[in-house]
């Protein structure tokens, strides 16, 4: 495995180009030998961050960039897995109000970023400089623990 | 019904006891959408039981969990019941991330939805 491999990706905001972005970061990690229900969560994570960008970044409205960059980890204090940044130029969305509802209210919506945080693990939000928002999620093996100190670098 | 990999096929089938939905390919945000209409017309005829067959859907993202949430409230609301069947097994995962595995009745497969 290539401890410095990076895939990086950038699509417009069309609901049209979520199968593509799946299937080469499912390509991806499955070169990075992560197993089958880890390329899953990896692959479903991606989408849902990239679906919430799309619906609620930029309201839906098609053509708008979105830049996502893959990376391989191997840092000595919390172990390998690779981490996960969505970077749009959208609407800046309080960070508090970016959080999972409440799963015993049953209703469709908001299921995207409960998701997010159960498959990952560690999902952060920020304002990008000079607007928009930037998601860093990582993933570790589950050979591995995190440090509960090791948070996403600041940008 | 196309079954390309990356579309959503859908094709629906009434039988006297269960209108029976067949969905066939990835259901996300671009094809949640189709999804939804397909479903949301089933209920104008109030169908006692709608059975989704998800045998052949490989992928489901919350916007597809969402849809098929919407159409069993408003089934609900109707007096219709709603039963999945064949979920692959991340599919059903999203389900039970969700916790929604536990709103739904699924069934194996068709013939064990018509006897719940």
Known sequence: MSESAELNLEITSDPGELAQV??????????????????ADIVLAADEALSNVIRHGYDGE???????????LADDR?????????RDYGKQVPLDQICGRDLDDIRPGGLGVHIIHSVMSEVKYEHAPGGGMRLV??????????????????P | MSNSPHQLG????????????????????????QLRNTLHEL?????????????????????????????????????????????????????????????FTIAKDIDEARKV
């Open chain 1, 22 to 39: 799946r299937e080469a970061i499912r390509k991806w990690a499955i070169v990075q030998q992560w197993s089958d229900t880890e390329v």
């Open chain 1, 62 to 72: 098609p053509g708008h960039p979105i830049e996502i960059h893959v990376r391989a």
């Open chain 1, 78 to 86: 919390v172990g390998s897995g690779l981490e996960i940044v969505v």
């Open chain 1, 137 to 154: 999620m990582r993933k570790y093996r589950a050979s591995t623990s995190a440090s509960p100190d090791a948070r996403p670098e600041e």
């Open chain 2, 10 to 33: 859908v094709s629906v089938r009434r039988d006297p006891d269960a209108t029976i939905v067949t969905l066939a390919g990835e259901v996300d945000l671009r094809t949640s959408p």
């Open chain 2, 43 to 103: 209920l104008e005829n109030r169908p006692p039981r709608i059975i989704i067959d998800l045998s052949d859907v490989s992928y489901v993202d919350s916007s597809g969990v969402g849809t098929i949430v919407e159409l069993k409230r408003r089934a609900m609301r109707s007096g219709s019941d709603v039963i999945l069947v064949g979920l692959q097994t991340r599919v059903r995962s999203v389900f039970e991330i969700t916790r929604l595995d536990k709103f």
